[in-house]
């Protein structure tokens, strides 16, 4: 006789499997962006924080609004998408201090 329920790893495997992927491309992307920041202009880095702005706006709004506006919730999306929505806000603001500093 069984006291507790299976648990289905499966699900959750599989949504690891998709935020570790999610994971690697950012930290690429982060590297490269390091690198080729070394060499930008000061305006090149303006519209890199103005870009890096709207991605952290458009991650807030797909990832937390919308995920608010269903009727079903799914906290593992809005906690990724707050920390996603922070990350690029910080890694924007770095950038626009660099320019102005």
Not at 14 to 21: N, V
Not at 23 to 39: A, E, G
Not at 56 to 79: C, M, P, W, Y
Request: aromatic fraction near 14%.
């Amino acid at each position: 006789m069984r006291l507790t329920a299976p648990l289905n790893f499966g699900t959750y495997y599989r949504t690891f499997q998709h935020l570790s992927s999610l994971l690697c491309v950012f930290i690429i992307s982060f590297l490269v962006m390091c690198v080729i920041m070394w060499t930008m202009t000061k305006n090149q880095r303006e519209s890199t924080s103005k870009y890096l702005y709207d991605i952290s706006k458009g991650i807030a709004l797909l990832a937390i609004v919308g995920d608010f506006v269903k009727e079903k919730h799914n906290i593992l999306i809005i906690i990724s998408g707050l920390i996603a929505t922070v990350v690029f806000f910080v890694w924007a603001y770095t950038v626009e201090g660099e320019v102005n500093g």
